[in-house]
Every structure is written in structure tokens, then in C-alpha cells.
């Protein structure tokens, strides 16, 4: 993936995310959807920053890999 591709795909699921709040509630199914988005929607923001400071520091953005959700939701802001 590259950066314009993980960026499209953030915005996919920010509309997903939107739409699935918007209709808050209507099924079971969908707060787990929503948690699955979030996980997913960390791990593509984690993705693009590994990219960004690899270019940064003169590595190849390319050997960046998405990292599994414990890592990305265990980070503490």
C-alpha cells in the first residue's frame, strides 16, 4: 500500500464509522462493527506513520507493515 491508498481507505471507513453512528443503536451487530473499525482505522494511522518517519529518516517506506491490533490499541497517548 501506499500513502494515497491507505488515506483512501482511512476515509472508506471514517464514512462507514459515520454512518454506523448516525444509525447508533438500530443492531447489535453494528457495536461490534464499530469496534472493528476502530482497531482497523488506529492500524492504518499507525501504518502511515510508520511510512512518513521512515521517509523522514531516509528509510524506504515501503518496509513498513501494518502492526496486529494489540500492539496499536495497547499505545497509550
Known amino acids: 500500500m501506499n500513502d494515497r491508498s491507505i ?3 482511512i476515509s ?3 464514512e462507514e464509522e459515520h454512518h454506523l453512528r ?3 443503536g438500530k443492531a447489535d451487530h453494528d457495536a461490534e462493527r464499530l469496534r472493528r473499525l476502530e482497531v ?3 492500524q492504518c494511522w499507525d501504518l502511515l506513520r ?3 518517519a521512515k521517509r523522514e529518516f531516509g528509510g524506504d517506506p ?3 507493515a501494518p502492526r496486529d ?3 496499536v490499541e495497547g499505545y497509550s497517548g
Open 62 to 64: 515501503n518496509e513498513a
Open 7 to 9: 488515506l483512501e481507505h
Open 12 to 14: 472508506q471507513l471514517v
Open 69 to 71: 491490533p494489540g500492539t
Open 22 to 24: 448516525a444509525d447508533a
Open 40 to 42: 482497523e482505522l488506529d
Open 50 to 52: 510508520q511510512r512518513r
